[in-house]
């Protein structure tokens, strides 16, 4: 098990995008939109697709995901990291959970372009909906969050309650909340947690991976890619180096 990471530079925002298919009134250029309504995101005619993102110089990647998609349980994507045209890294997942697919790289890799190959032939849609992404390096704290942190989820329902006291319940979304409480932030990872809170008021979403090691099947169950925020940063150990901080993150419907 490995500290939790945090994706806050997502190389699909600034990189050059290219697909290998798109709907024309759903381009590939919507994945920069932090909405995750299939409306606003990148639409693929048939059921298998390649993204590629190219941003040079080499950097380092480590993690990847595709977030609000209508991936089945049967779809897989295989990534490739490439430097100067030449493979550095590949690997491919297959678990869809939560309308989501992730893989992420036993340790960072250096290249100057990724692609995302996405097959999904068992769709019965037809087509491919990918709304947010994820592509780039993520930060860990020296130490990892506590177990104080708990998960939620938001309902958006409507509820009906008739005079015999039936009740009909229209469910609208559902929405999954992580609160991340951290006893033992460093002076340094505090410098960086900044930067993420700072980058994250932008409305950008942020991507939390509680163990980056997982199995593919676990980090699309566990992973979620939205909205942080975070409280004040305090030090309850004295002259330690260390401070305590609660995140608060809410997926981006």
Known sequence: MENCGLGWENRVLDAALTASAQVSALPIENLR????????????PGTAATLTISHPPAGPWRAFGLFRTNLTA???ITVTVLSGGNTVWQSTAQAVANGQ????APQAVTGDTATIQITDTANPDGFLSIPLAYAGPIWQPVRNYSTDSTADRTLGQDSVTTLGGAEFV???WYQRKLTIAHQSYGDADAIVLEQ???T????????????PSASPADLAAKALFGRLSGNDLSNPFGAADRHALTLTLTERL
Not at 33 to 44: D, I, T
Not at 200 to 211: E, S
């Open 200 to 211: 994250a008021a932008t409305g950008q979403n942020i991507l939390f991976l509680p163990d």
């Open 170 to 172: 229209s469910t609208r």
């Open 196 to 198: 993420i809170l700072r």
């Open 101 to 104: 697919i992730l893989l992420v």
């Open 33 to 44: 939109n932090q909405q995750g309504a299939a409306s606003l995101g990148w639409r693929v």
């Open 74 to 76: 049967t779809a897989q």
